[in-house]
């Protein structure tokens, strides 16, 4: 489960953020795309007077970012040792001997292989290494 976190709208209360947060714990999102909110121009938040100052939305966005930062590296976590099936879409730009590909849950999944075998191929990947935003693994062959 993925969502969109935008911190310091004009009028945000401490209580507004708590509630983000709380929510934040609640669910433990896979990901979460942040941001703080600036003003555009000719939109009617911009001229509103109750904008929240710089330091208050950097504060919040770090807070934020540090909770989906652990969140994250928690999901992955649990799949260290499992074998999931992973779609493979495309090289590792990084690692060219390796492939990318993603789980059903729409993890990110490396391991070596050759792409032009592999691409649009459904494998089986024992998961060995996980990090905050990817997993990386050796393909399992068919017995």
């Known amino acids: ?11 945000e209360t401490d209580d507004d953020f708590r509630d983000t947060l ?11 795309n942040t941001a703080a909110y600036s003003p555009r121009p000719n939109t009617p938040a911009a001229e509103w007077t109750n904008q929240l100052s710089e330091e208050v939305k950097t504060n919040r966005l770090g807070q ?8 994250a590296a928690e999901r992955r976590a649990r799949m260290m040792g499992r074998t999931v099936e992973v779609l493979i879409e495309e090289r590792n730009i990084k690692v060219p001997t390796q492939v990318m590909g993603r789980t059903r849950h729409g993890y990110i999944v490396y391991c070596d292989g050759d792409i032009d075998e592999l691409r ?12 905050t935003y990817y997993l990386s693994g050796s393909m399992v062959l068919a017995p």
């Open 1 to 11: 489960i993925t969502a969109d976190v935008i911190v310091g709208f004009p009028g």
């Open 22 to 32: 709380t929510l934040m714990e609640e669910v433990k999102f896979d990901s979460v």
């Open 64 to 71: 934020v970012n540090r909770l989906n930062l652990k969140h």
């Open 120 to 131: 649009g191929e459904t494998v089986q990947i024992e998961i060995d290494e996980c990090y």
